[in-house]
Each structure stands twice: as structure tokens, then as C-alpha cells.
């Protein structure tokens, strides 16, 4: 197995699709798909404009629809929620679809949806993700974080370490049989060195920092907590993620 960090979607390659395609942010929306499921939600559905959502949510019967719209790390006008994973309790979320759209994350999963297998990973649930690829033992899977606006982001790369290093330990592999770019090496150092100190880390990140000026501290805690959730958000079909059973 060869496994291949990209900071950003942006840096992802154009001509390529991987056997599986792992879409990461951590801070939030990776992190929220999965407690959303975890919490009983029927699907989480994806999308990078914000019209569409509204359009595409409109078909479905109000009482079985959330729609959760973040921007800039506050929430969207118009919508139920933003996208703090604290929100998605399971009174609130059990037997809906929570229609998604969020800064950076959805367009993470957007652009990577076209792999035959499409992940959602974050600390939260980084186990559940590592278990799959051991027991599918894919030939190649792309680690994909989705920054912000484009730039690279601690956060996630932190995570993505997380997973590399995880695989790599439980296949008793070296560095060199799992590395399929440079990335993969600094993401399991940047984890190595901080893997006991994450909610630090996430508040020397830039969208860390952004998150506590709007009040975001509890869910920089939640989000920095490592394998609390037992669940894997899985695409279904282009755009929308369900518990893999």
C-alpha cells in the first residue's frame, strides 16, 4: 500500500483517481460528517455552493432535512446549523439528512469524489479509517486535507500523519514501503512530535486561532480528541456519505 498526503485539494493530481481518496478536516467538517452519523443521521450530503444546497434540501420533507452552512467558521444565515460537531446530538440528528456546505471541507470531498472509494477521516474517528485500509489493503489511497482557501493547514496534515503512521506501524512496514510522496514523511513527523499535545497544536493553527476569536474552544477540544468515534463516513454516491456498515 502506498499512501500519498496532499494539503490541499488544490495540490491533488489532475490525471490521476486513487483506488481510495480519504477527504480530511479536521477543524470541522470532517469531524462533524462523522459525529452527524455516529448521532444517527440517515446521510450527510455535501456541497460547495451554497444555492445548490438550498435547492437540492428543498426536495426533501422538512422534517427529515437539516441544513448546516458554515463560512469564514461562522454560521450561514438561513441554515439550522453551522458546522460545530457539538451541534449534531442525536435528538437532533436521528433519521435526517443533514445537507452540508462549509468553507473548506465539502469542496475537499467535491474534489475527490470521481475515486471508487471515498472517505471522510478526522482525529475523531482516525481508527475506523485505519482499519479499513488494513483490511482492504489498497494499492493506492490519497490523504487529502483540505486546508484553508488553499493554503496548508497543521490540523489536518497532523492527521493525516495520525493515519500514515498508524498503517505503517500496523503493517511492521517502513517508512519507504508506504511513502508515496515527501508529504507522507513530514505529516508522521509533524504527528510524532505533537501526537500528546494536539489541542496545542490546534491553537497555534491559523484556523484554530480563527475558531476562538468566535468562541470555538470547546469544539477545538472535541475535534482534537483522537479515535472516540467508531464510525466511517463512506460516499454512496457522489456527494453524499453514510455509516460503512
Known sequence: MKLFVYHTPELTPDSEVPDCAIAIDVLRATTTIATALNSGAEAVQVFSDLDQLMQVSQEWPAEKRLRAGERGGAMVPG???GNSPLDCTPERMQGRRLFLTTTNGTRALQRVQESPIVLAAALVNRDS???YLL???LENVWLVGSGWQ???SLEDTVCAGAIAHSVMNANNSKLDDIAGNDEVMGAIALYLQWQDRLL????HASHGKRLLRLDGHEDLKYCAETDILDVLPIQKEPG???KND
Open 79 to 81: 441554515c439550522d446549523l
Open 129 to 131: 479509517a485505519v482499519q
Open 135 to 137: 483490511a482492504q489493503q
Open 150 to 152: 488553499g493554503s496548508y
Open 200 to 203: 496545542e497544536l490546534f491553537h
Open 240 to 242: 453524499v456519505l453514510v
